[in-house]
Structure formats: C-alpha cells, structure tokens
C-alpha cells in the first residue's frame, strides 16, 4: 500500500503514514459494522434457542435493529454521578474500547494481509489482551458505588486468573510451531494432521489445550457462563451500573470486538486461519479471508450456544475452575508437549543421518565437530540442513 501511494507523489514518509492510517481505518470500521451484524446474529440465535423470533420489525427481518439500539444510545443523555471521579470516568470506557481494536493490528486475514507482520505478534496480543482489564478495573472504582466496585474487583481476579492458564497454552503451541508469528503458526498447520488436514486442534496431543483455550477464552471476555462481572440478579448490571449514552455503548462495542477477537485467535492457533479445513488444492480457489470468517463464525456460533444454554456458574466455582483445574493441567500439558517435541522433533531415519566430520555455520562463523559418531545425537539430519540452508558441508 506504501508503494502505491508513492506512485502518487507522495514522499515514502508520508506514503507511509498514509498507508497505516488506511490500514488501521480498514480493519477499525469493518469491525465496527460486524460488531452491529453479530450482535443481531447473536439475538437470533438466542431467540431460536428459546423458540422466538427475536428481532424482526425494524428493518427487514429486524437486521437493522442493532443500528437502532446505536442510534438510541447516542441520542441520550451521557449521566456523569455527581461522587464519581468525572476524569477516570470518562476514560475507561475510552481505554476498553481502544484496546480492544489494537489487538487486531497483528491478525493476519490472509497471506501476507496484516497490518502489522511482527515477529512477536502472540506475545503482542498476550500483552494488549492483558491491558483489557484496566479498562474495566477503573470504570467500576471512579463510579464510587458499592456494585460497580465488586465488579471490578471480580474483573480483575477472574482475567488474571484464566489468563495464567492462556499463557501456558499458548506456550505449547508456540512450541509445536517455532514461532511466535501468526502467520508462521498458520503455515505451520498446513497438512499437519495425516498429511492433508490443516489443524493443530485435531492433534491428539493439542485437542485438550484447545478446549481448554476456548474456555478460557469465555471466562477471559466474561462472557457466559463466566460473566460474574455483570450477574444482573447480584450486580444489576456490574461495572456498567452507573453508565449510559456513548460510554455504554464503548463497553458494549469493546466488549463484542474482544469476543471476535477471541473467535479470530481460535480459528488461527487452532483451527488453520485463513487455511482450508482440507490440504485440497480446489479448496485454494476459495480466498483465504473467506475460510479465515467462516472459522470466526463458528466459535462465534459456539460462544451464542454457550451463553444460551449453560447457566453461570458461582464464583467459587469460577476461581476453582481456572486455578485448581486448567492451571495445573496446562502446565502439565507444556511440559507433556516440550518432552515430546525434545524427543522426536529433531530425529530422522538412519538412511537419512548425516554422519559428518564437519559442519560450518556460515553465518555464525562457528564449526561444529563430530568425528567419531557415537549414538544417535552425534549425527545430523539431510532435512535440517536442507530446510535451514545456512550450513554447509
């Protein structure tokens, strides 16, 4: 996009800054409608549930309802309590909202359609995912009332909590993929189980995690059967009790685009991003941002199932689950996972073994010896020297 915009006169400085605030507005706005479109989905399939109809009566098929509900909150009044602190206040629904777009800076739509292609993108996403809380913590403490308060104190434990079990999940398949890339993590999943399925999830050694990172997706969203943040029949409405107009509306919209973003990191650690389900090469006529949305969809569909079916849980329940039961086990895992990458990732057939006096790194500049093989550890592998293409005999 830079380069086109230099085709245009413009200075590579300028072409540059033109092109991000570009990128940035073509991922901000989308986001914003889908928002509006799952939201409807979502009452739809909530309605089908229960057996209604849910929305239908404005706009055909009721689709522009969630346009109207944004409409009505813009149009009210914003109340600010008089005993609040009118600054922080106003800011937190400010930092939700924010920091839920900035995550989607590193989701890679297809190959090569991200905004920003870093190395570190899962620890990026790890990092923003984290900074969600604050927004939370200081609306429910500026409120200065009782119920806002507890909420926060429950935000704060509860997206600690799960998001101690997300690091160590996240750990192994970083692992398993070598990378902390998204798109080296999609590559990696190509074919990956039985030569032709691009998943990481239906390996047999990665399906437990990726259950257990769904669910913790849940609880780190506060969505159902995990939103003791809000629990209407305790709360009234949690951190959001004192809020109304656009500040509302910001937690609203913060709180849906981390739900996608969630659904987005499953479909692409999990599930192939904007891979095929099948290593078909037919199927790679369909563009990759299509499968990528299709996934998205589906663990959409799954968070609606969820919440409109399992009821909520305590919150001891809720510590429990996430400190005596997915801490241990995803620790367990990370170490289940690294021994048996230790132990079969870098070995080879015997007709494969290079047994070598010498091997040079180039770019390293250091020699490695082996003049009298011992054991299998002593030989080096044709493909790793093959795939690396740094070494030299």
């Known amino acids: 996009m830079t380069s086109f915009f230099q085709s245009l006169g413009m200075s590579y400085e300028g072409a540059w800054f033109t092109a991000t605030i570009a990128g940035i507005l073509l991922i901000a706005f989308p986001l914003m409608l889908a928002v509006a479109l799952i939201i409807y989905g979502e009452r739809k399939l909530w309605a089908a549930f229960a057996l209604r109809r849910g929305p239908n009566v404005v706009g055909p098929f009721g689709i522009l309802q969630s346009f109207a509900d944004g409409l009505k909150v813009f149009l009210q009044e914003t109340i600010i309590p008089s ?3 009118r600054g922080l206040f106003l800011i937190a629904p400010i930092i939700t909202f924010t920091v839920a777009l900035m995550a989607w800076a590193v989701i890679p739509f297809g190959d090569g359609v991200v905004l920003a292609d870093i190395n570190v993108g899962l620890l990026y996403i790890l990092a923003i995912s984290s900074l969600g809380v604050y927004g939370v913590v200081i609306s429910g403490w500026a409120s200065n009332s009782k119920y806002p308060f507890y909420s926060a104190m429950r935000a704060a434990a509860q997206m600690i909590s799960y998001e101690v079990s997300i690091g160590f999940i996240l750990i192994c398949v ?3 993929a070598g990378t902390f890339n998204m798109g080296g993590i999609i590559a990696g999943q190509k074919g990956h189980v039985l030569g032709f399925i691009n998943a990481y999830a239906l390996n047999p050694l990665l399906f437990p995690i990726a259950v257990m990172f769904l669910i913790s997706a849940m609880a780190e969203t506060a969505r159902a059967p995990f939103d003791l943040t809000e629990a209407e029949s305790e709360l009234v409405a949690g ?5 109304s107009s656009m500040a509302f509306a910001l937690f609203w919209l ?3 685009a981390n739900v996608l973003l969630m659904c987005a990191l499953n479909a692409i650690l999990f599930w192939g991003g904007w891979l095929p389900p099948v290593d078909w090469a037919p199927l790679y006529m369909v563009p ?3 499968w990528f949305f299709a996934k998205i969809l589906v663990m959409f569909f799954i968070f609606a199932w969820v919440k409109a079916t399992v009821p909520r849980y305590r919150y001891d329940q809720l510590m429990r689950l996430g400190w005596k039961i997915f801490l241990p086990i995803s620790l367990f895992w990370m170490f289940l996972v690294s021994g048996y990458l230790m132990l079969t990732r870098y ?3 015997d007709s494969e073994r290079m047994y070598i006096s010498q091997v040079t790194d180039v770019e390293k ?3 490695y010896t082996a003049e009298k093989p ?4 002593d030989g080096i592998c044709r493909s790793e020297l093959n795939v690396a293409g740094k070494a030299s005999k």
């Open 239 to 243: 951190y959001q009790t004192e809020y």
């Open 174 to 176: 970083v692992l398993w």
């Open 347 to 349: 070995d080879c057939k």
């Open 83 to 85: 005993a609040s602190n």
């Open 254 to 256: 913060g709180e849906y």
């Open 365 to 367: 500049g250091k020699t």
């Open 288 to 290: 990759g941002i299509i």
């Open 374 to 377: 011992a054991n299998r550890w």
